[in-house]
């Protein structure tokens, strides 16, 4: 078979389905979907792409005998990250970050597989950059050889593209990080809750698709060799790897989270202590000058024309010695 290397590799379209050959030595080329159920040449097998929500996905899913547990599980609503060995074949489903353009990175998409050693049918919801670096890279003579090494090049790409994200929020942390030990900003929480959300919603999957590939690994499937057994525990490897790192960036957010609060904690109790500094001054001076200021006789000096300044006089007094208790017994 020779590479159809003339005509660029199609787009998951909405509604649509994309079905190749592959002829196990790198080469490949797009058919019409109804003639990809034709038998694969010698060595090499089949793949279709199918959208969740094209009118026809039953019917299709039903023409490559897929039963109605594959066709259950390749369209759920939602679905995780696992690895279901079912005869022959093995029901693969994996999530990858979700890299379109206005959506967030942590909204992870599901691609779905069921994958026999002729032929791997997928369906997807949502377009995956993953999938699409691998149509386009059939075009360049690197298709996949078998339909073990289809999956082992969607998950290895899955982890390429979920690695710069969890490099971005380790490297948003540590600038958190350094922000907390200047000062605390208003935004600090806000942009600290953030990261720690996408780190969760991340890792929610992450682990999940390192048992799924774990599980692949390790299946007495006749159609997986050893080299695509080596490349699946490498993408379970580095899957693992992403995980923890998911794991260390919500364990520091949490540190720096409390140390926020630590902060902040400090800082309202200095603030109660010179209001309660304020109080135990000025109490007594407030009772003195109240019982001075009662509308009765008797009042003491209410004669004498320097009595004013003696009375402040003493008031003063009275709080410097206040002052010295305080700073003797530490208080502040």
Partial sequence: MQDDTSVPAPRLEPGGTIALEFDGKGGS??????ASNTAAASGGFTWVHIHRDALSIEELLQDHDCDEFVRDALTADDTRPRCTVHGDGAIVIMRG??????????DMVSVRFW???????GVWVRPLLAIEE?????????????????????????ADRTEPVVTDLSEQIDALEERVAEDLPPALRRDL???????????RFMFPQRDALTTLE????????????????????????????????RDRAAIVYDEIMDRRSEVMNRNMLYL????????????????LGINVGGIPGQDSPNAFWFITAILLGIAVIELAILRVLRLF
């Fill in 218 to 249: 390790i299946e007495d499937l006749e159609w997986l060799g050893e080299h695509e057994r080596s490349r699946i525990r490498e993408a379970a490897s580095r899957t693992t790897r992403l995980a923890e790192e998911l794991d260390a960036i």
């Fill in 134 to 158: 691998i149509l386009a890279a059939t075009t360049r003579g690197q298709a996949p050889r078998t339909p073990g090494d289809l999956i082992a090049k969607v998950a290895l790409r899955l």
């Fill in 97 to 106: 970050v979700n890299l379109n353009p206005g959506a967030e990175p942590d």
């Fill in 276 to 291: 309660a500094i304020v109080a135990v001054i000025f109490l007594p001076l407030g009772l003195i000058t109240g019982l």
């Fill in 193 to 203: 809750a953030e990261i720690r959300r996408d780190a969760i919603n991340l890792r």
């Fill in 29 to 34: 080329r797009f058919v019409a979907e109804a």
């Fill in 115 to 121: 994958i026999e050693d002729s032929q791997v049918i």
